[in-house]
């Protein structure tokens, strides 16, 4: 997962203009150019690269970036940088194009559109994250939708990450994998209120211990109460007491 990572978090910043972003025509000058680039591309990261971009070229480079994004004759690794390369450069201007490429046929494709809007924080994708999160068939997607939209810090995400910790695709031999314990971070960073702790009862049905627990300190932090007792059973049975009705 991480063959690629920019940690864009930290280097991204926006300082550019107001401008209309329309893809050009194929094959630009410009588009061949760092093709070329990417190509020659050997170490993992490829930050300095982006960074020489953006110095050579600031915005001029973004249209073509993202032209290189949406071709598929491409690898997916040239794909990817380009993609980071238009987030790092352009800004929330080119999160109309980043949408499409959630339903790309390649799950670096989906994962790099992931973090891309999680970076921007476009609230203006979270339905499609959302469907993402529920729907696609990558285990490393779905993360990355869990990862995006726990950047966005929106109470609109409650029932989506109550979804995740429970789909049966996010658990193997019945221990979760990555996903579960991601979602119950992002719910515990929520505003939750005591409706939202009583859709989260369900939860307590899981059979990976580890997430049940994971559950019962959410609910203990949001409503300051505990259990007296410390055996996994009476826990359960205390808070399904708590949260009836």
């Avoid at 929330?92 to 970076?119: E, F």
Wanted: contains cysteine; proline residues 3%.
């Amino acid at each position: 997962m991480k063959t690629f990572s920019l940690n864009l978090k930290k280097c991204l910043t926006v300082s550019i203009g107001i401008y209309v972003l329309t893809l050009p025509s194929w094959g630009s000058p410009l588009s061949q150019t760092l093709i070329t680039q990417m190509k020659h591309q050997k170490k993992r990261d490829f930050r300095p690269l982006i960074q020489e971009w953006n110095r050579k070229y600031g915005t001029k480079a973004v249209t073509s970036l993202l032209e290189i994004a949406h071709q598929k004759k491409y690898s997916d690794s040239i794909r990817y940088m380009a993609l980071m390369g238009a987030t790092r450069m352009g800004g929330k201007a080119i999160v109309p194009q980043v949408i499409p490429l959630l339903n790309d046929s390649s799950w670096m494709l989906r994962s790099a559109s992931l973090r891309t809007l999680g970076i921007l924080q476009s609230q203006s994708a979270l339905s499609e994250m959302i469907k993402i999160l529920k729907k696609d068939k990558a285990l490393v997607v779905r993360h990355d939708a869990v990862l995006a939209l726990q950047k966005l810090k929106s109470k609109k995400t409650i029932d989506a990450f109550i979804f995740a910790i429970k789909d049966s695709k996010n658990y193997y031999k019945g221990k979760a994998q990555w996903i579960p314990q991601r979602a119950i971070a992002a719910l515990e960073e929520l505003p939750l209120r005591f409706s939202d702790l009583k859709k989260m009862k369900e939860l307590l049905e899981i059979k990976d211990q580890e997430i049940v627990l994971q559950t019962i300190k959410v609910f203990e932090k949001v409503t300051g109460k505990k259990s007296s007792k410390q055996s996994f059973s009476q826990k359960i049975k205390f808070w399904e007491e708590q949260l009836q009705g």
